[in-house]
C-alpha cells in the first residue's frame, strides 16, 4: 500500500526538541518533494517545509526558520522534521507531505496520517 | 507569511452550487498557475482536489472546479451533496520569500 506512516510526536516541555519522522512504503521517496504542514487545535493549515529532491537545502516558513529543520534519508526512506526551542504555539498536529509529480508546485497528493505535538510544562 | 483570504464560511442546499474565494497578492496567487485547493473533513487528512488552478486529480468528481483572476482564485462545489460539507484551504505558491502559504480556510455547510 502506498503510504506516510508518520512518528515521533508527544508532550514536550517549552524550550525543548522533538524529532518527528515520516516513512514511506510503497513508493520511494527519492523520487518525490516532501513537504511539512501543521494544524492547530482547531485552526487551519500551516506550509512549514519544503524538501528538495536534488538535495538542495530546504525552504522553511518563517514562522519556523531557524528551529526546524527537514531532511531526508533515502536508503531508510524516510523523511524527518527536527523541531528545537519549542513553544506553545508550536502544539498542533503535524502532518508530511508528498508532492505530486508532474505538478509545478503545491500539490500534495498523498499525506501522513498526522502526528501531535503537544508542547506544555 | 500571511495567510490567503478566505471567507470563514459558506453554504448552500443540495443541488445548488457554492463558489469559495481566495484572495492573495501579485506576489503569490496572482504571480503563479500554482494554486490547489483541499478539502477536509472533521478529524481527517486535507485531500487534493485541484491543483495549478483549474486541474483535477484522477477519481476528483468534475463538480468541483477551479479558476483564477488576478490575484484571487476560485472553488466552485457544484451539485452540492451531503458528503460536501467539509473545510475547504487553497494554497498558492509565492515565490522565493513566501514560496508556499495555505488560505485561512471556509466551512462549508450544505443545508
Known amino acids: 500500500e502506498v503510504q506516510l506512516v508518520q512518528s515521533g510526536g508527544g508532550l514536550v516541555q517549552p524550550g525543548g526538541s522533538l524529532r518527528l519522522s515520516c516513512v514511506a512504503s510503497?513508493?520511494?521517496?527519492?523520487?518525490?518533494?516532501i513537504n511539512w504542514v501543521r494544524q492547530a487545535p482547531g485552526k487551519g493549515l500551516e506550509w512549514l517545509s519544503y524538501?528538495?529532491?536534488?538535495?538542495?537545502?530546504?525552504k522553511y516558513a518563517n514562522s519556523v526558520k531557524g528551529r526546524f529543520t527537514a531532511s531526508r534519508d533515502s536508503p531508510r526512506n524516510s523523511v524527518f522534521l527536527q523541531m528545537s526551542s519549542l513553544t506553545a504555539e508550536d502544539s498542533a498536529t503535524y502532518y508530511c507531505a508528498r508532492e505530486m509529480l508532474a505538478c509545478g508546485g503545491d500539490c500534495y497528493d498523498l499525506w501522513g496520517q498526522g502526528i501531535l505535538v503537544t508542547v506544555s510544562s | 507569511q500571511s495567510a490567503l483570504t478566505q471567507p470563514p464560511s459558506a453554504s448552500g442546499s443540495p443541488g445548488q452550487s457554492v463558489t469559495i474565494s481566495c484572495t492573495g497578492t501579485s506576489s503569490d496567487v496572482g504571480a503563479y498557475n500554482f494554486v490547489s485547493w483541499y478539502q477536509q473533513h472533521p478529524g481527517k487528512v486535507p485531500k487534493l482536489l485541484i491543483f495549478?488552478?483549474?486541474k483535477r486529480p484522477s477519481g476528483v468528481p468534475d463538480r468541483f472546479s477551479g479558476s483564477k483572476s488576478g490575484n484571487t482564485a476560485s472553488l466552485t462545489v457544484s451539485g452540492l451533496q451531503a458528503e460536501d460539507e467539509a473545510d475547504y484551504y487553497c494554497s498558492a505558491h509565492g515565490g522565493s520569500n513566501n514560496f508556499y502559504v495555505f488560505g485561512s480556510g471556509t466551512k462549508v455547510s450544505v443545508l
Open positions: 524538501n528538495y529532491v536534488d538535495g538542495s537545502p530546504p
Open positions: 510503497g513508493f520511494s521517496l527519492s523520487s518525490y518533494e
Open positions: 495549478e488552478v483549474n
